[in-house]
Structure formats: structure tokens, C-alpha cells
């Protein structure tokens, strides 16, 4: 990682100073060429996109900030994710005052917040690095650098992991912001500004990547914990094609379905056996996660990611030990929307509601006060045998991205919403595998008539709360709405 720092440094001058002044000669003498002859460099390089996803900067958990416009805490790429899809909607709140953040849950934001900016900035950076890892590992750069045989083979698979995180982060794009400006590797540096690009035309240079990388990443299983793979690509062509009538006006059901069959019958995941356990320090031993983001608390440090979400959901009478922390930060709670979906008529508990009420009201009357709203200690630095992280600051619990429990819930939504290739039957199997664990037996489980749109909305929350899906959910549903106009266009960059 060291390495890298010192590449991007320099290619970033380099970059910098060919843009502003085309007769100015770079003042450092060492190339992308000289950087590259260990051969080492690619595999830092893709290492520097995938931690874009985590980590803010430089050094953790803060310093040399790869973004100077905020906090760099509050500028993490998770952790501004995570609070637009969340903390705009039913499933949370959070009490701190900072200048914008009140907005997301009261739906005043505008393009000027800064934490939609965040999040704008986050996107593009992520979209830069993987368009500069393309530009300098080509066929051509690699021969011209003699680049032996064996390198350029990790490189082709490093190749196909840059565009699938390129396509992550369109992804986020369109489905946050909206028309976005839209470049690639093929694009030239110049005094002009990338056009703006409709979602619609980024939808599908979002579905064709995916596609024509799908058999160059590695089998599904198979790649290194923390890298994507071909079920990766999988999951994210379902949640793009899920959303297809959002962002283009045509439903796309069946590819939906298509691509959850692939990851469902690929026989490399199984539903964990405790739902608790896919939140704790040892989640990365989950044969349900496909993939997630990575983090340590030595080695991967950050105030944000996993940071943020384990301790900030913790205060009033918590003990800060019990999640594995030095303290909490008395900031997230939920809404009693999310708490009523888990009640249920056989008396029995659904495991997946993890509240802490004690000392907190249901009822939230002042979003300031932290004892108003039960709070979620969904995530913990605490393994399930109970042993607490390595560092009681920043845990070494990992961010499930995608996990097959979601491949459940959208298979059987598209195929509700008519898509062919599925069956009924079918997708109240697979959710009832979900309420099996939910329940610990059989008495939670729908027949088919219960199967309907509004249930697996429902059905969703109480799955995924807390993991970055809901305001996407809200607004594939048309009921993330205010006055009737669809709120995800307030954060539009224009």
C-alpha cells in the first residue's frame, strides 16, 4: 500500500500538471514507467481501488486525506452510502446537529449538502482511480514495460475487477444522483469537463460492462476474501436490473431473475445459521456473504465505515464494552416504523430484530435526544464466541455489500412483478428459508397467498435493515415520495 501512495502521488501531479499547462514538464522524474517495473504495483494499485470503499485517505484513521472538502471522517465512502440510503428514510435517525445532516431525514437536502457531496465527490474519485488502473495496465503498456507472463495474467483478472468497481460506483450514481457526468479510460485529459450523461445511457454502459466481464472474473467462491467475483457481478446486474424501470422507464424483471438464479444455483453460498453472526468480527467465515468490504481494526482504520456504524448506534444506558468499544456516540436509533413490521401473531421472536430498548422510548418526540428511538446495535466488535476485536476503537467486523438472502428476496419480487424464468413456488421457499432462521422453526412461514409486493417490501426491511438498501427499496416502490415528487431528484447534480 505504500508503494501505491507513492504512485498515485505522483501520477496525480503528473495528471495535474498535463491538464493545466501542456508545455509543463513533469518536475519528478519518475514515471508511471519507472513505478511499474515492480511488478508489484498492479496488485497495490486495484488493492487502492478496493480501499476506496473503506478507508479515507493515506494513513488511518486519518491523514493525508484523499478528500480535503469536509471532515475526513465524515467524508468515507460507507459511511455516506450508508446515510443516504438510510438515514433519509423509516429505518433511521441520528441525533447530531452537523450542518446538513438533519436535512436527510427531513428531506430538505439539496446538491449544496455536504454530505451528498461527499458522497458525489466518493463516486468519482472511485470512478478516476479505476479508469487510471485501466489506462496503465493495457496489453501495450504491459509489453512495452515487459511485463512477465505471469503478471499479466493477475493483471487481466485485476483489469475485470477495476470495471466491476467502476460499475459499482456508476451504479451508485445513477441510482442516488441521478444524470451524472459520465468518462472512462478512453476518455482524454483536456481543459474540458466530462458531459453529463442521461441514467438511462449509464444504465447501460453499466449492464454491457457487467456483462463483458462476468467469465473474466473468477468463479464464484473462489477469489481472495474482500476481492469480487463472478457472483459479484451477479448480484449487482440484479440489483441493477431490478431497478431498470427507475432509471430507464422499462422494467427488466427477467434479467433480474436470471442473474439471482446464478448466484442461488451456483452452490457456493448457504444462509448462515445465526443471523446475528453476519454482523459480528468473525462474519468474514459466512458462506452467505459474496462479498463484502473489508475491515481490521489494525490494519484497516477509519472513522467512518464500520467505525461509524458500530459505535454510533450505542449511548444512554449501553455499555460500550458489551459491543466490543471503548464507548459509544450516541448518535443512531430507528423509527417505530421498522420496530412494528417485527411483531408477530404467534407470539414467537423474530432473532432478526435486534433492539436495545431499555431506558428508550418507541416514540420519538426530539431526534436530539438519543433515548428517543430504540437503538440498533446490529453491528458489534464482538466474534461470536464472544471475544471483542483487536482494537476497541475500530472493529474488525466487515460490510456485507451483497449476501444471498438478498438474491432471495429478489428473485421472488421480480418474479411477482413478472418476470419469466421463475416460479412461485419457488420464491415462498426461499423466503420461508429466510423466516426459518428468522424463527428457529417452521411457524413464521407464509403460504403463497401471503406472497405479495407489499410483504416483501416488509419482508426486506426486516431482512436488510441497517445495510444500505432501503431508500433504493422506497423508490423502486414509489413510496419515497413528499407531495407526490420523488425526492431521489433533490440530490441531482445538474
Given at each position: 500500500?505504500?508503494?501505491?501512495?507513492?504512485?498515485?502521488?505522483?501520477?496525480?501531479?503528473v495528471l495535474v500538471s498535463s491538464c493545466t499547462d501542456l508545455d509543463l514538464q513533469p518536475q519528478s522524474s519518475t514515471t508511471p514507467d519507472v513505478l511499474f517495473q515492480d511488478e508489484s504495483s498492479y496488485r497495490s494499485f486495484i488493492a487502492k481501488v478496493y480501499a476506496g470503499l473503506a478507508v479515507t485517505g493515506q494513513q488511518g484513521p486519518a491523514g493525508q486525506a484523499d478528500i480535503s472538502s469536509l471532515d475526513e471522517g465524515f467524508s468515507n465512502y460507507l459511511r455516506q452510502y450508508w446515510q443516504l440510503q438510510e438515514l433519509t428514510t423509516d429505518e433511521a435517525v441520528i441525533g447530531w446537529g452537523d450542518e446538513g445532516l438533519p436535512d436527510l431525514h427531513a428531506h430538505t437536502w439539496t446538491s449544496a449538502n455536504q454530505f451528498v457531496r461527499a458522497m458525489y465527490y466518493r463516486i468519482f474519485f472511485q470512478v478516476s482511480l479505476a479508469n487510471?488502473?485501466?489506462?496503465?495496465?493495457?496489453?501495450?503498456?504491459?509489453?512495452?514495460?515487459?511485463?512477465?507472463?505471469?503478471?499479466?495474467?493477475?493483471?487481466?483478472?485485476?483489469?475485470?475487477?477495476?470495471?466491476?468497481?467502476?460499475?459499482?460506483?456508476?451504479?451508485?450514481?445513477?441510482?442516488?444522483?441521478?444524470?451524472?457526468?459520465?468518462?472512462?479510460?478512453?476518455?482524454?485529459?483536456?481543459?474540458?469537463?466530462?458531459?453529463?450523461?442521461?441514467?438511462?445511457?449509464?444504465?447501460?454502459?453499466?449492464?454491457?460492462?457487467?456483462?463483458?466481464?462476468?467469465?473474466?472474473?473468477?468463479?464464484?467462491?473462489?477469489?481472495?476474501?474482500?476481492?469480487?467475483?463472478?457472483?459479484?457481478?451477479?448480484?449487482?446486474?440484479?440489483?441493477?436490473?431490478?431497478?431498470?424501470?427507475?432509471?430507464?422507464?422499462?422494467?427488466?424483471?427477467?434479467?433480474?431473475?436470471?442473474?439471482?438464479?446464478?448466484?442461488?444455483?451456483?452452490?457456493?453460498?448457504?444462509?448462515?445459521?445465526?443471523?446475528?453472526?453476519?454482523?459480528?468480527?468473525?462474519?468474514?467465515?459466512?458462506?452467505?456473504?459474496?462479498?463484502?468490504?473489508?475491515?481490521?481494526?489494525?490494519?484497516?482504520?477509519?472513522?467512518?465505515?464500520?467505525?461509524?456504524?458500530?459505535?454510533?448506534?450505542?449511548?444512554?444506558?449501553?455499555?460500550?464494552?458489551?459491543?466490543?468499544?471503548?464507548?459509544?456516540?450516541?448518535?443512531?436509533?430507528?423509527?417505530?416504523?421498522?420496530?412494528?413490521?417485527?411483531?408477530?401473531?404467534?407470539?414467537?421472536?423474530?432473532?432478526?430484530?435486534?433492539?436495545?430498548?431499555?431506558?428508550?422510548?418507541?416514540?420519538?418526540?426530539?431526534?436530539?435526544?438519543?433515548?428517543?428511538?430504540?437503538?440498533?446495535?446490529?453491528?458489534?466488535?464482538?466474534?461470536?464466541?464472544?471475544?471483542?476485536?483487536?482494537?476497541?476503537?475500530?472493529?474488525?467486523?466487515?460490510?456485507?455489500?451483497?449476501?444471498?438472502?438478498?438474491?432471495?428476496?429478489?428473485?421472488?419480487?421480480?418474479?411477482?412483478?413478472?418476470?419469466?424464468?421463475?416460479?412461485?413456488?419457488?420464491?415462498?421457499?426461499?423466503?420461508?428459508?429466510?423466516?426459518?432462521?428468522?424463527?428457529?422453526?417452521?411457524?413464521?412461514?407464509?403460504?403463497?397467498?401471503?406472497?405479495?409486493?407489499?410483504?416483501?417490501?416488509?419482508?426486506?426491511?426486516?431482512?436488510?435493515?441497517?445495510?444500505?438498501?432501503?431508500?433504493?427499496?422506497?423508490?423502486?416502490?414509489?413510496?419515497?415520495?413528499?407531495?407526490?415528487?420523488?425526492?431521489?431528484?433533490?440530490?441531482?447534480?445538474?
Amino acid at each position: 500500500m505504500k508503494n501505491i501512495i507513492n504512485i498515485l502521488f505522483i501520477l496525480i501531479l503528473v495528471l495535474v500538471s498535463s491538464c493545466t499547462d501542456l508545455d509543463l514538464q513533469p518536475q519528478s522524474s519518475t514515471t508511471p514507467d519507472v513505478l511499474f517495473q515492480d511488478e508489484s504495483s498492479y496488485r497495490s494499485f486495484i488493492a487502492k481501488v478496493y480501499a476506496g470503499l473503506a478507508v479515507t485517505g493515506q494513513q488511518g484513521p486519518a491523514g493525508q486525506a484523499d478528500i480535503s472538502s469536509l471532515d475526513e471522517g465524515f467524508s468515507n465512502y460507507l459511511r455516506q452510502y450508508w446515510q443516504l440510503q438510510e438515514l433519509t428514510t423509516d429505518e433511521a435517525v441520528i441525533g447530531w446537529g452537523d450542518e446538513g445532516l438533519p436535512d436527510l431525514h427531513a428531506h430538505t437536502w439539496t446538491s449544496a449538502n455536504q454530505f451528498v457531496r461527499a458522497m458525489y465527490y466518493r463516486i468519482f474519485f472511485q470512478v478516476s482511480l479505476a479508469n487510471e488502473f485501466l489506462r496503465e495496465s493495457t496489453d501495450d503498456k504491459l509489453d512495452a514495460r515487459k511485463v512477465s507472463a505471469a503478471t499479466q495474467e493477475k493483471v487481466k483478472a485485476y483489469r475485470a475487477e477495476a470495471r466491476f468497481l467502476r460499475a459499482l460506483s456508476y451504479w451508485h450514481a445513477i441510482d442516488m444522483l441521478g444524470d451524472v457526468p459520465f468518462y472512462t479510460e478512453e476518455s482524454s485529459f483536456g481543459s474540458e469537463p466530462p458531459a453529463q450523461a442521461s441514467r438511462a445511457t449509464i444504465f447501460e454502459f453499466i449492464a454491457k460492462e457487467l456483462s463483458e466481464i462476468e467469465n473474466e472474473m473468477l468463479p464464484p467462491g473462489t477469489n481472495e476474501y474482500g476481492r469480487a467475483d463472478r457472483a459479484a457481478v451477479w448480484m449487482l446486474q440484479a440489483k441493477l436490473y431490478l431497478n431498470a424501470e427507475v432509471y430507464t422507464g422499462k422494467a427488466e424483471y427477467t434479467s433480474c431473475i436470471d442473474a439471482c438464479k446464478k448466484v442461488i444455483n451456483s452452490g457456493a453460498y448457504s444462509l448462515q445459521d445465526t443471523y446475528r453472526m453476519l454482523f459480528m468480527t468473525d462474519n468474514n467465515t459466512s458462506n452467505e456473504l459474496i462479498w463484502a468490504i473489508p475491515f481490521d481494526g489494525k490494519s484497516t482504520q477509519t472513522w467512518g465505515g464500520m467505525t461509524y456504524l458500530v459505535h454510533a448506534p450505542v449511548g444512554g444506558s449501553m455499555v460500550g464494552s458489551d459491543y466490543g468499544i471503548n464507548g459509544g456516540w450516541n448518535g443512531l436509533r430507528t423509527t417505530k416504523v421498522l420496530v412494528d413490521l417485527f411483531p408477530d401473531a404467534t407470539g414467537q421472536v423474530d432473532e432478526r430484530a435486534i433492539f436495545y430498548t431499555n431506558g428508550q422510548s418507541k416514540e420519538i418526540d426530539a431526534i436530539s435526544n438519543f433515548n428517543d428511538g430504540y437503538a440498533v446495535p446490529k453491528y458489534t466488535n464482538v466474534s461470536s464466541e464472544g471475544v471483542p476485536g483487536a482494537d476497541l476503537d475500530h472493529p474488525d467486523t466487515d460490510f456485507p455489500i451483497f449476501r444471498l438472502a438478498d438474491a432471495f428476496l429478489m428473485y421472488a419480487e421480480a418474479v411477482l412483478r413478472g418476470g419469466t424464468g421463475g416460479d412461485r413456488a419457488t420464491a415462498v421457499s426461499l423466503i420461508n428459508q429466510l423466516r426459518e432462521r428468522a424463527y428457529n422453526n417452521t411457524t413464521g412461514n407464509i403460504t403463497d397467498a401471503q406472497l405479495t409486493l407489499d410483504f416483501i417490501l416488509n419482508e426486506r426491511a426486516r431482512e436488510l435493515y441497517w445495510e444500505g438498501h432501503r431508500r433504493t427499496d422506497l423508490v423502486r416502490f414509489n413510496q419515497f415520495t413528499v407531495n407526490g415528487i420523488s425526492l431521489e431528484r433533490r440530490c441531482e447534480r445538474r
